[in-house]
């Protein structure tokens, strides 16, 4: 079983940055993908990008060239670079396993708005 806490998340005017950090739990964090997933208001979760144990990255094309995922497996945590930001990046963002296999954290609130 693995457990996430992410942080980081905050209230930005557009075109700003956050960085979005999620730690796990557990000793085979390093051999997942990991993903960063939003879920906003009414909606489902959406995958957003997502890394696998050996670096590899996928972006959905609303993010690509805005959004970087990034992985620290001696740290058990996962990175999201976000910058020009967004109003339709506002979203609560979640980290899981790609694809989703474990309980959700708690997530972090990320609202881009002036």
């Known amino acids: 079983q693995v457990q996430f806490v992410e942080s980081g998340g905050d209230l930005v005017q557009p075109g700003g940055s956050l960085r979005l950090s999620c730690a796990a739990s557990g000793n085979f964090f390093r051999f997942y993908a990991v993903g960063w997933y939003r879920q906003a208001p009414g909606k489902q979760h959406e995958l957003v990008t997502a890394i696998t144990s050996a670096g590899s990255t996928k972006y959905v094309d609303s993010v690509k060239g805005r959004f970087t995922i990034s992985r620290d497996n001696a740290k058990r945590t996962v990175y999201l670079q976000m910058i020009n930001l967004k109003p339709e990046d506002t979203a609560v963002y979640y980290c899981?396993?790609?694809?989703?296999?474990?309980?959700w954290g708690q997530g972090t609130q990320v609202t881009v708005s002036s």
């Open positions: 899981n396993k790609d694809p989703p296999g474990f309980p």
